[in-house]
C-alpha cells in the first residue's frame, strides 16, 4: 500500500474524575470509556492542552485528520457526504480547533468538503492544508514541486477553502526534481503577499528542515510517527528544541498491518487491563511524549471520533509510562 493512503489513522489540566466522566458524557454508546478513570492516578505533572503554532496560533494539541473524509484510495468525495460533514461539525463541538487537509486529498474535495460543513468558521479554528503532491489516479501521488505550481495551488486552496489567508500551509513533499530552494521561494513570495501565515513541512530530514529555514520561517514538521513507529525521532527532538509543532501523521498506525487497532497488538493487554483501547493508550501516549506534539487522528466514523477526543483526558503514570514503553519498543 502507497505510504500516503496510510497517512490517515492518522482541556483541562487539572483533571478529576468528574469532570473527565463530564466530558464523556455525550459520547456515543458505543466509545470504549469504559475504564479511563482509573489511570488518571498518580499524575507525574500536568499536560498543557494547547500549543502556541508559531508563536501566535493557539490550537488545542488533539486535532482532527481530514484524509479519511475522501473515497477509496482518497480520491473523490466520501461515501456518505452527509456523515462527512457531520463527523467534520462534531469534531469542532469536541473542541477541535486544528483540521489539517491537502489539496491532493481527493483531490481538491477535502477542502470543499470542510468549506462545506464548517463555513463561516468559528472563530479560532486553524486550517492546515498542503501542497506539492499531485494525483494522477486513486492511490497515486506525484510530487510536483515547480515555482509556479505551488503558487497556482496555495491560490486555488484559498478558493476552495473560502480563506483570504491560510494559516498554516505545508509543502507536502520535497519534489527530488526541483531545488527546495526554489519551491519554497515561491511560497516566501506567497507570504509576503499575505496570502499564508506560517509555513511547515512534511516528511523531511532534521537537514532538510535547517536546508528549508535558510528560505522561510518553518513553525511545524508533519513526518509520520507514532507508539510503535519512531523514525522521525531526531525531527522530534529538533522541534521540540526549537519550539516548534511536531504533527505525527498516521498517529495510531495508519491503514493496514502497521494499525494498532489490529489484533493481538502489543498494547492489547494493557489497554484491556484499564479498560480502555489501545488507540486512546496511544494518543496519551503521544500527548505525554512531547508538548510540541500535536496528533491529528482522522476517521469517518463519529464513535471513533468520539473514542478518539476522549483520550485527550487521560494521563498516565510514571509505572504505566514505563510499561507501555517495554510494550511498544518489543512489538
Not at 489513522?9 to 483533571?15: C, P, Q
Not at 469532570?19 to 466509545?31: D, E, K, M, N, Q
Not at 487491563?273 to 487522528?297: C, E, F, G, T, Y
Request: aromatic share 6%; with cysteine.
Amino acid at each position: 500500500m502507497n505510504y500516503e493512503v496510510q497517512e490517515e489513522i492518522s482541556m483541562d489540566n487539572d483533571v478529576t474524575r468528574r469532570t473527565f466522566l463530564a466530558a464523556l458524557s455525550a459520547s456515543a454508546a458505543g466509545v470504549l470509556t469504559g475504564g479511563l478513570h482509573r489511570i488518571l492516578a498518580a499524575v507525574p505533572e500536568a499536560r498543557d492542552s494547547t500549543f502556541q503554532l508559531g508563536g501566535d496560533l493557539l490550537v488545542n494539541r488533539l486535532g482532527f485528520g481530514a484524509m479519511r473524509l475522501t473515497g477509496e484510495g482518497i480520491w473523490g468525495w466520501p461515501p456518505d457526504r452527509e456523515n462527512a460533514k457531520k463527523v467534520l461539525r462534531r469534531a469542532v463541538e469536541l473542541g477541535v480547533n486544528f483540521i489539517d487537509t491537502a489539496d491532493a486529498y481527493g483531490p481538491e474535495t477535502n477542502e470543499l468538503l470542510i468549506a462545506e460543513a464548517l463555513y463561516p468558521y468559528p472563530k479560532g479554528l486553524v486550517i492546515a492544508t498542503k501542497g506539492g503532491n499531485t494525483r494522477p489516479g486513486p492511490g497515486q501521488w506525484v510530487q510536483d514541486g515547480r515555482p509556479e505550481y505551488l503558487a497556482q495551488a496555495v491560490d486555488k486552496s484559498l478558493k476552495r477553502l473560502k480563506l483570504e489567508r491560510i494559516d498554516l500551509w505545508q509543502l507536502h513533499r520535497i519534489d527530488p526534481k526541483v531545488p527546495v530552494e526554489e519551491s519554497l521561494g515561491a511560497i516566501k513570495k506567497a507570504q509576503d503577499a499575505g496570502k499564508i501565515r506560517h509555513v511547515g513541512l512534511s516528511e523531511v530530514t532534521v537537514a532538510e528542515i535547517e536546508q528549508a529555514r535558510k528560505v522561510v520561517p518553518i513553525v511545524s514538521i508533519q513526518n509520520r510517527y507514532n507508539i510503535t513507529d519512531r523514525e522521525s525521532e531526531a525531527a522530534l527532538n529538533y522541534c521540540a528544541k526549537e519550539k516548534m509543532g511536531f504533527i505525527p501523521w498516521a498517529p495510531i498506525g495508519g491503514s493496514g498491518s502497521r494499525s494498532l487497532s489490529k489484533p493481538s497488538n502489543a498494547l492489547e493487554a494493557e489497554a484491556k487491563r484499564h479498560n480502555v483501547s489501545v488507540v486512546q493508550l496511544a494518543l496519551a501516549w503521544l500527548l505525554q511524549k512531547s508538548p510540541v506534539m500535536l496528533p491529528i487522528p482522522g476517521t469517518s466514523s463519529l464513535p471513533h471520533l468520539e473514542e478518539n477526543m476522549a483520550a485527550e483526558k487521560l494521563q498516565l503514570s510514571a509505572d504505566e509510562w514505563k510499561r507501555i514503553e517495554e510494550l511498544a519498543r518489543k512489538s
